[in-house]
């Protein structure tokens, strides 16, 4: 989502026909490309270790939002990264939390996005680390090595989006059946559904219905 | 001998032929299996398949276990038969519509479902600090006592497993009781959608805080019994003690959290360490063990039940005296609060009649507004944030994106039961056939949660 979106009004009506007054409001977007230092909290202190450690180029982009930091990090990185983040006393993120897709379709040469939410708890302290991959080469080196929790993780994201994580033992489809075509959690996988008739009102299905977004 | 070919066996080819022999169990007919197994080759190994569809897995949980005699080989997990797709079509409704799908993934604690993600959410809009504290301790209060119910079927479905009819009639005696609190509060006893971005839908009914007392008043007794009937009753004991045996590094790398992660002695619960809806004002301790079993598992979850009583027992301590005695339970603000003061009326819960008469017949402005922010709803700034809450079985949290719209762009809850059942092979390979249901009984998977 590297483009901002600039939203009027409450209900997004910028013209005619809203007469809520709420029109006339407009929301500001905060800027999300990347976050200038000094980032904060403890974010510096882990950046600098980071840097120490000769990740400076491996981080694309740090983006600070609502008390989160995000590392934008190079695929080819990621591997390396997550074991010095494992090992490295002042950082000594234990636990992998987990490994969330999103699918940004606009977002061309970075379409699949693979999130990391990494905690320790030694520290007490939280980071994520964000991974994009196109669509037409959607591979990851996989962080089972790193991490054993990532094995389940890894294995649903590659079912709902389509990421391919190389290194992983064995990454089959984990909710869906095994011979399901396509990857159902990307954008341009329909949510399906057939209308149904209420009080003799034929009600489309969810994907088909007036969207104000 | 049945060897009728099947086609879901490991090995199974397309032509008809199943590697090894097949046999077809239903019930307690196991008679085949021994005069199989006797005339059998001694280096072959048994492979049983465990589910989807059994009393002792929790669920649509399938196991299949390679077992040589009474040890367990090798076990491999199969998840996916309750998959809804919830995160899927939450992409397809409003921000707050998105609690009454999120609610129904961990069936048994539906209330923290909706807590994490309405976190997430306040967290994007940026109105944490804005909540009323009203609103928080109600949630707080519900989530206690969620948390309570939610280890009553824990320990219930666990005696059951284990052939103990009377923990499974206690445990569910009192989760009524709870369910009945549910209620009385919310309208439902399961799913409520009760927690919304910015606050809870609706404040507490005037009969409600009496029928709390008589439940702080009436559970440590129950506790107490429970506890009798099973810390140290020596059947419980063998079948618990040093069982399914996982230390604090296997659940660092397998990041378990929850009461497996503090039966290994790690004092870590996000109430005390990353509280949120105010924890780090509230007097509780958190109990570990340091047996690493399922004993210890079942040791945390009785004093944790304990200790939530004396949370309840504070929230309505501050719902009827201290600073929260009376207030707003949702944002004082007009662009993200729903408008409606929601009531329990005689046909469930609705729209509350002084706002139906208000909109209906007052301001014509109030009703745009309420139409609009009802059919269209809020918008939530561009960006993803990560909320994570102490659920019953470990760290629950919600990843949420938005792109501004009206409707979240993607919502990934990182589900500890999905997490945690990774450990069920380190747990269960070396042991014997009877403990892997033990084993699984005391990682409390909750199947909706994890297939979600």
Redesign the interface.
């Given at each position: 989502m590297s483009d901002i979106v600039q939203r009027r009004g409450m209900f997004g009506a910028s013209t005619t026909g809203d007469t809520s007054g709420y029109g006339r409001l407009v929301v500001p977007q905060p800027a999300r490309e990347s976050t200038p230092r000094p980032y904060g909290e403890y974010f510096d202190e882990i950046a600098d270790e980071l840097d120490r450690s000769g990740f400076s180029d491996a981080v694309e982009r740090v983006v600070v939002h609502r008390g989160e930091i995000t590392f934008h990090v190079k695929r080819e990185r990621l591997l390396e990264l997550a074991r010095t983040l494992r090992d490295e006393p002042a950082l000594r993120f234990e636990l992998l939390s987990g490994v969330s897709g999103v699918h940004y379709p606009a977002e061309t040469g970075s379409e699949l996005h693979a999130v990391y939410h990494l905690l320790s708890i030694t520290h007490n302290r939280r980071i994520r680390l964000e991974v994009g991959v196109p669509d037409a080469d959607p591979h990851v080196d996989s962080l089972v090595p790193v991490y054993p929790t990532a094995d389940w993780h890894e294995r649903e994201t590659w079912d709902f989006f389509g990421i391919v994580f190389d290194g992983h033992p064995a990454l089959t489809r984990i909710e869906m059946p095994d011979d399901w075509v396509g990857h159902p959690q990307r954008k341009d996988y329909p949510l399906g559904g057939i209308p149904v008739e209420y009080r003799g009102a034929e009600i489309p299905p969810p994907d088909e219905r007036r969207s104000y977004s | 001998m049945t060897t009728t070919y099947d086609a879901y066996k490991a090995g199974a080819t397309d032509d008809g032929a199943a590697e090894g022999r097949v046999f077809n169990l239903a019930g307690s007919d196991w008679d085949e299996v021994v005069e199989g197994a006797k005339d059998g080759d001694t280096d072959e190994r048994l492979v049983v398949n465990m589910g989807p569809q059994h009393p002792s897995t929790h669920g649509v949980l399938r196991l299949i276990l390679t077992l040589d005699g009474e040890t367990v080989e090798k076990v491999q997990v199969g998840?996916?038969y309750l998959?809804t797709?919830i995160?899927?079509?939450m992409?397809?409704?409003t921000w707050t519509q998105g609690t009454t799908f999120c609610t129904r993934m961990d069936y048994l604690a539906p209330i923290f479902n909706e807590t994490a993600y309405c976190l997430a959410v306040e967290?994007?809009l940026?109105v944490t600090d804005r909540i009323p504290e009203r609103a928080n301790v109600i949630r707080v209060l519900m989530m206690e006592l969620n948390r309570i119910s939610s280890h009553l079927v824990a320990i219930a479905t666990f005696g059951l497993e284990l052939g103990a009819t009377t923990v499974m009639l206690n445990g569910f005696i009192e989760r009524e009781y709870t369910l009945d609190l549910f209620e009385e509060i919310t309208g439902l006893r399961m799913n409520m959608a009760y927690v919304r971005p910015g606050g809870v839908a609706q404040d507490l009914g005037p009969a409600a805080i009496a029928k709390l007392r008589d439940y702080l008043k009436r559970m440590p007794e129950r506790f107490k019994q429970m506890r009798k009937l099973l810390d140290a009753n020596p059947i419980y004991l063998a079948r618990t003690k040093d069982i399914a045996y996982l230390d604090l590094t296997g659940c660092?790398?397998?990041?378990?959290?929850g009461p497996v992660l503090r039966s290994t002695g790690?004092p870590?619960d996000l109430r005390k360490?990353?509280p949120y809806c105010g924890y780090e004002t509230y007097d509780f301790q958190v109990h570990t063990q340091e047996s690493c079993d399922v004993y210890g598992r079942y040791l945390v979850r009785m004093a944790e039940m304990e200790e939530s009583l004396k949370i309840v027992e504070q929230c309505v301590e501050r719902l009827t005296k201290g600073s929260a005695k009376d207030g707003p339970v949702m944002i004082e603000d007009k662009?993200i609060g729903w408008p409606a003061q929601l009531a329990i009326g005689t046909d469930g819960m609705g729209n509350s009649p002084a706002h139906i008469g208000h909109i209906m017949g007052e301001s014509m402005?109030a009703l745009?507004?309420h139409f609009?922010l009802v059919?269209?709803?809020?918008?939530v700034?561009?960006?993803?944030?990560?909320a994570?809450i102490e659920s019953p079985r470990g760290?629950l949290?919600a990843?949420v994106?938005s792109?501004?719209?009206?409707?979240p762009?993607?919502v990934?809850f990182?589900d500890p039961s999905?997490?945690n059942?990774?450990a069920t092979a380190a747990m269960c390979e070396g042991s014997f056939v009877a403990d892997v249901i033990a084993a699984v009984a005391s990682i409390d998977p909750v199947m909706g949660g994890v297939?979600?």
């Open positions: - | 998840i996916g998959h797709g995160e899927k079509n992409e397809f409704r967290k994007l940026g660092m790398a397998l990041g378990i959290t790690l870590w360490s990353q662009k402005e745009i507004h609009k059919t269209e709803g809020f918008r700034p561009a960006g993803q944030a990560y994570a760290e949290a990843h994106v792109d501004g719209g009206t409707r762009f993607r990934h990182r999905f997490t059942l990774q297939d979600r």
